[in-house]
């Protein structure tokens, strides 16, 4: 089996998707094709204040799993929003003028 090598631009992104953007650990390396042992290690490496014993999957905890998708929830509304302001400006902008 070949060893896959990864470079350090790719660890820091990988890193960031767990400590900025909210990715578990499990999730991060699963989109990344990882192993979550590799992701936990570059996290300590890269981001050695971050406590990734809170970064586990929430699906281990329902109460961590309702706080997500309540905080995912209201997110996606958000994002919905701003959808749909940009679609009515672009409408607006698009016109031709007489």
């Keep these: 089996m070949v ?3 990864y470079s350090k631009e790719f ?4 890193v960031r998707l767990v400590t900025e953007q909210g990715y578990t650990i499990g999730e991060a390396a699963k989109r990344l094709d990882l192993d979550r042992k590799s ?5 300590g490496k890269f981001a050695p204040s971050f406590n990734a ?10 109460k961590a799993q309702a706080a997500e998708l309540r905080r995912l929830r209201r997110e996606n509304e958000q994002l919905r929003m701003e959808r749909d302001i940009l679609k009515k400006a672009a409408a607006y902008f698009a016109k031709e003028p007489s």
């Design 39 to 43: 992701l936990h290690d570059w996290i």
């Design 3 to 5: 060893r896959k090598h």
């Design 11 to 14: 660890k820091a992104g990988a």
């Design 53 to 62: 014993a809170s970064a586990t999957d929430v699906a281990e905890d329902p």
